[in-house]
């Protein structure tokens, strides 16, 4: 993944998300990467970590106090045979060597160089050779091990665990929010526990994953919930619809906050569960865990949005409006616009089945079938690009001359900007213009920091960005200098 041209002290963390991801991977808003796998037997790194208190300096130390002629001592050649099941060559043996040890030793037919690729013998070759790298313990196929992040300590209890297929001891698998990232994993054959989720992400969980709906066991926010012996409550996340934050209280009175992706507000703070109580261990969305990253409002950017359009359509009438969208989010962005026009909202057919399925009135009520109905489209975020923009004006050619698009997301936030949202420049080509628009549906580093000072937890353990001891270490240290004041 390519990361942004900042200096290297200012943007210190590798991000899931930023300016330089190809945009059709940007369809359902996030960008895979690999999750950290870290030993969570004896004295691995979960267990040192969990005695680390939000204190992971001690984790660092130990790292870099192996010396590497300790780490020399210990390699030895042989032990590559060993976890290969081969027999290790002798000095002379390995003079005689030829090509075709290679596949004696791994157990294959050498091809004769008379034999056609599409021959028999040939597709046995291969066959064996694929069978062989599937049973290897090195095979993509096989599952990988759960990182201890999504494993609540104590509770037989994962959250956003899906793709690690059955993890063992785990008896209640939660899901905190419809984002591709987070649900990966689950289909229609998945059979490995009961999923715990907000009653908006299980209709969401049914309609685009057909998943079995015995499997799905939907919580209302804000109520109380007794499973396992643990009492669970989902808090709104402010995200996406249907995202929720997730409150574990368990036996011993120790509380678990785990906030899935989330924008932290004022309104949380007065939250039952919350305000003036205890949480001891806090699973933090870290997206933006960077000082450069202070976002206006999302009152602030909706208000600007909607004066652009009406100023655009004074001197332009003849205008389409397009706003850029995940499968989910993004949804008061052109709800705004909709109600400050008084026109209707078109979408594809499989993005009307999602909006209908929230039971929001205000979107299902002013969804238009028929893209000439109404100047305003919503479109993938992947679709806002002056070529495809240029073909979806031609479509609608008779009725308008150019196109407005928005580009709501945080990776469009700039420092120069900052709040003064007048600073934006739009990308124009054409009858096409392109703003980027620092809507954020996740917390920025400010709202993450004054969340952090609110709550006062034992231990924060950061659930994005944490893939090296650096990254983790700078934010650890963060989190220790908004818990000094």
């Keep these: 993944m390519n990361f942004s041209d900042e200096e290297e002290d200012e943007d210190w963390f590798g991000s899931r998300f930023n300016d330089g991801v190809n945009e059709e991977e940007e369809e359902e808003g996030f960008v895979f990467y690999d999750d950290v796998e870290e030993n969570e037997e004896g004295e691995g790194f979960a267990s040192d970590f969990y005695k680390a208190g939000s204190d992971w300096s001690c984790l660092v130390e130990d790292e870099e106090a192996v010396s590497s002629s300790e780490k020399k001592k210990k390699m030895k050649q042989a032990n590559l045979f060993q976890i290969w099941g081969l027999q290790e060559n002798s000095p002379d043996t390995t003079k005689k060597m030829k090509q075709t040890d290679l596949f004696q030793s791994w157990g294959l037919q050498k091809?004769?160089?008379?034999?056609?690729?599409?021959?028999?013998?040939?597709?046995?070759?291969?066959?064996a050779l694929g069978k062989r790298r599937r049973d290897s313990s090195f095979s993509n196929d096989s599952p990988r091990p759960c990182p201890f992040y999504k494993k609540l300590p104590g509770t037989p209890f994962t959250v956003d665990a899906f793709r690690y297929g059955c993890i063992q001891g785990c008896s209640a698998y939660f899901l905190t929010h419809f984002h591709a990232d987070h649900y990966i994993g689950l289909t229609k054959a998945w059979s490995h526990g009961p999923i715990y989720c907000s009653s908006l992400t299980s209709r969401l969980l049914r309609l685009s994953l057909s998943v079995d709906p015995s499997f799905i066991h939907p919580l209302e926010l804000d109520v109380e919930y007794t499973i396992n012996g643990i009492k669970v409550t989902l808090i709104e996340a402010n995200h996406c619809p249907g995202a929720a934050l997730i409150h574990f209280r368990l036996l011993d009175g120790t509380c678990y906050l785990h906030t899935g992706d989330f924008r932290a507000s004022k309104q949380m703070?007065?939250?039952?569960?919350?305000?003036?109580?205890?949480?001891?261990?806090?699973?933090?969305?870290?997206?933006?865990?960077?000082?450069?990253?202070?976002?206006p409002s999302k009152e602030d950017v909706l208000s600007y949005v909607v004066r652009i359009t009406k100023d655009f359509l004074r001197k332009q009438p003849k205008t389409l409006i397009v706003v850029g969208s995940y499968s989910i989010g993004k949804e008061c962005v052109y709800l705004a616009i909709a109600k400050a026009l008084g026109v209707k909202i078109f979408a594809n057919a499989s993005r009307r089945r999602i909006l209908q399925s929230f039971g929001w009135d205000d979107i299902s009520k002013n969804l238009s079938t028929d893209g000439k109905a109404t100047c305003l489209h919503v479109l993938p975020m992947s679709s806002l690009k002056v070529e495809r923009l240029d073909e979806h004006l031609k479509v609608y050619r008779?009725?308008?001359?150019?196109?407005?698009?928005?580009?709501?997301?945080?990776?469009?936030?700039?420092?120069?900007?900052?709040e003064h949202l007048d600073l934006i420049k739009p990308t124009c080509k054409g009858k096409i213009t392109i703003y980027g628009v620092p809507y954020?549906?996740?917390s920025s580093f400010t709202e993450l920091r004054e969340f952090v000072q609110f709550l006062r937890p034992d231990k924060i353990i950061p659930t994005v960005n944490n893939a090296n001891a650096g990254t983790r270490e700078k934010m650890q240290s963060c989190f220790r200098e908004w818990l000094r004041r």
Excluded at 111 to 127: G, I, Y
Excluded at 398 to 411: D, H, I, K, N, S
């Design 269 to 295: 703070q007065t939250h039952p569960l919350l305000f003036n109580q205890r949480v001891h261990v806090l699973y933090l969305d870290t997206t933006y865990c960077n000082p450069r990253y202070k976002f």
């Design 440 to 442: 954020s549906e996740h």
């Design 398 to 418: 008779e009725q308008y001359g150019a196109v407005l698009a928005f580009r709501p997301t945080g990776w469009t936030y700039s420092e120069k900007i900052g």
């Design 111 to 127: 091809p004769s160089p008379f034999t056609s690729p599409a021959s028999n013998s040939a597709k046995k070759t291969t066959s």
